[in-house]
Structures are given as structure tokens and as C-alpha cells.
């Protein structure tokens, strides 16, 4: 028997979880800084949960106009998300920033952040990782890659976003979100930024020159 042709609602339920790309010269100047902040040895690793040898402090003065941009665009894809284009938007500021110089056997446990939102980007994915990714056999997103989970499972449920990252991706999310890292062992070393912010006071308007899209997702 054929289904009713008849309209039906989806609605987004949940946390909401963007990942884009941040510009090539915005990508130069983090891994320059990333570098910086590594001989320097600003050691951050008892502000974080991660099993990671290298986690280092950076300069958030730098870039704060650089996330003031990021924080909003992810502000307007909260709007489309919820579909409340009245939602007064907010602003967000950059509290802590720090560099992960992540090696084989090196990992972040199931955690959540403080604040308001949370986000990484990644700046440089080693060709050894992408090969031994590309090669695992598994029902999740494999070595390396970064996983969202949130409510309780069941049938029709999806409690959980799987995504292997590319060079230049930031995931921006609500920082109550758990999330882990998975390991790797192959050699080499995957470096990415993650921070912290604060939300403030509410802005004017939001940028028009950002699309926003939806787009539907299997959790893996």
C-alpha cells in the first residue's frame, strides 16, 4: 500500500552543532600563533580534561574581532535552527583559548566545558591519520575524530554527532555539550585550537551576508 502523500513537520530537537570553515589566512595566522604559544610553554593542561602531553595558553587578545564574527554567524544559524528569527541575538566573548598538539595513543575523554559556548578548529591533520581513518572498519567516524552526545537513548533516537575533522573545520557548540576525542596510532601529531566563551549583552542585528542552512544528519 502506498503512504498518503500528505505534509509532515520535522522538528530539530536538541543541542545545535555547526561546523564550517574559517578562512586560509585566518588558518595561517592560528598555526603561526599555535607555534608561538608552544615555545613559549604556557602550560594549560590543569585547566582541561584531556589526556594530551602538549596543550598550551594562547593570546585571546589576538583574535577576539576574529570570533566576535564567529560567535555571530553561529548565532544566526541558532536562529535558523530553531526557526525564531525573533530570538534576540547575543554576544558572545572569547574567555580562554588554547592550543592541542595531539599524538598517537593521546585522547579527550567524555568532558563538557564552562561557560557558554565552545569550539574547535582544526589546523592540521597528519596525511598518516587521514590513511589510517579512510582505512577503519567500524560503525563510528574512527580514530581521530570528535564526538557530540546528548540525551537518553532509545528507539528513533539519535543521542549522538560522529564527525572526522578536515583541516580549517570549526564545530561551534552550546559548552554543556559532552564530547570526546578518539585516539589515534599512527605517527605523527594533529594540531587544533579550542576555546571558551562567555555570552553578553544582547546585539542590534545580525550579519547579512551569511547563508544559513539546516542540514539533516544520520549521527554518524
Request: hydrophobic residues 35%; aromatic residues 14%.
Amino acid at each position: 500500500m502506498k503512504p498518503p502523500n500528505i505534509p509532515i513537520h520535522i522538528f530539530h530537537w536538541g543541542p545545535c552543532v555547526v561546523r564550517f570553515k574559517i578562512s586560509e589566512q585566518f588558518h595561517k595566522d592560528l598555526l603561526e600563533q599555535a607555534y608561538i604559544s608552544r615555545s613559549s610553554n604556557k602550560d594549560y593542561r590543569s585547566n582541561l580534561a584531556g589526556h594530551i602531553r602538549e596543550e598550551y595558553a594562547m593570546d585571546r587578545k589576538k583574535f577576539e574581532v576574529f570570533f566576535a564574527s564567529i560567535f555571530q554567524v553561529y548565532q544566526g544559524a541558532w536562529r535558523s535552527f530553531t526557526g525564531d528569527m525573533k530570538d534576540e541575538p547575543v554576544k558572545y566573548l572569547l574567555k580562554s583559548l588554547w592550543v592541542n598538539f595531539q599524538k598517537q595513543y593521546e585522547y579527550n575523554p567524555p568532558h563538557d566545558h564552562s561557560e557558554a559556548l565552545s569550539f574547535v578548529i582544526y589546523l592540521k591533520i597528519p596525511e598518516a591519520l587521514k590513511k589510517e581513518n579512510k582505512e577503519y572498519i567500524g560503525t563510528s567516524r574512527g580514530p581521530g575524530s570528535i564526538m557530540f552526545t546528548y540525551g537518553e537513548g532509545g528507539r528513533k533516537f539519535i543521542t549522538y554527532q560522529s564527525h572526522f575533522p578536515e583541516e580549517r573545520d570549526i564545530f561551534v557548540f552550546p559548552a554543556s555539550l559532552k564530547h570526546h576525542v578518539a585516539p589515534f596510532v599512527s605517527p605523527g601529531e594533529r594540531i587544533s585550537v579550542s576555546g571558551n566563551a562567555l555570552d553578553s549583552i544582547p546585539l542590534t542585528e545580525m550579519p547579512k551576508d551569511v547563508k544559513y542552512e539546516v542540514v539533516q544528519t544520520s549521527g554518524k
